[in-house]
T-cell receptor, first 115, second 114 residues
Framework: NAGVMQNPRHLVRRRGQEARLRCSPMKGHSHVYWYRQLPEEGLKFMVYLQKENIIDESGMPKERFSAEFPKEGPSILRIQQVVRGDSAAYFC?????????????FGAGSRLTVL | GENVEQHPSTLSVQEGDSAVIKCTYS??????FPWYKQELGKGPQLIIDIRSNVGEKKDQRIAVTLNKTAKHFSLHITETQPEDSAVYFCAAISGGTSYGKLTFGQGTILTVHP
């Protein structure tokens, strides 16, 4: 079991470019969460998705950020027109359909640097 | 919404000593309190958790206590080892949330000196 796979592990973008972060959940998991970790801070919830559905996006910034989890393929977190404040580690977590927080498994994260 | 405060932000101990990290939460309806360990360059890993109907839980050298009245919970690590050095996060889930929408504390950098 490969666990939660995130790529790229490191991404460098210039201001104004787009960043796409991908997350493949653990085998058997169909629920995906995205969290953001700013330097020297705790993780902050962004969005919770099931296949083809956004369940809770209360932590997503209103503009420039979007997330999807298509029927086939990984979940994608997209950040358009990146700014320096978007520099952070973005963690994906997954859980099985029947589970809650106690069965969340986190990936190793994607670290975005905006120049 | 839920707010979780964690102290201290850094903790340095000698190998073999105990380490205690404390968290407070704001939502009295919160019912699940996990602790995560994050090593450099890795994602958080669940090390122990406690539900609101339990006051204490222990797993080998790690224990967690919960005081619902005071709305605080603590992580206790005994006989610390250098490999315990990492960042530790507490978290809570607001009552009524059945999925993994966690509110994290700010983290504690634990350093265990050999």
């Amino acid at each position: 079991n490969a666990g939660v796979m995130q790529n790229p592990r490191h991404l460098v973008r210039r201001r104004g470019q787009e960043a796409r972060l991908r997350c493949s959940p653990m085998k058997g998991h169909s629920h995906v969460y995205w969290y953001r970790q700013l330097p020297e801070e705790g993780l902050k919830f962004m969005v919770y998705l099931q296949k083809e559905n956004i369940i809770d996006e209360s932590g997503m910034p209103k503009e420039r950020f979007s997330a999807e989890f298509p029927k086939e393929g990984p979940s994608i977190l997209r950040i358009q027109q990146v700014v320096r404040g978007d520099s952070a580690a973005y963690f994906c977590a997954s859980s099985p359909p029947t589970g809650g927080a106690n069965v969340l498994t986190f990936g190793a994260g994607s670290r975005l640097t905006v120049l | 919404g839920e707010n979780v405060e964690q102290h201290p932000s850094t903790l340095s101990v000698q190998e073999g000593d105990s380490a205690v990290i404390k968290c407070t939460y704001s939502d009295s309806a919160s019912n699940y309190f996990p602790w995560y360990k994050q090593e450099l360059g890795k994602g958080p890993q669940l090390i122990i958790d406690i539900r609101s109907n339990v006051g204490e839980k222990k797993d080998q050298r790690i224990a967690v206590t919960l005081n619902k009245t005071a709305k605080h919970f603590s992580l206790h690590i005994t006989e610390t080892q250098p490999e315990d050095s990492a960042v530790y996060f507490c978290a809570a889930i607001s009552g009524g949330t059945s999925y993994g929408k966690l509110t994290f504390g700010q983290g504690t950098i634990l350093t265990v000196h050999p």
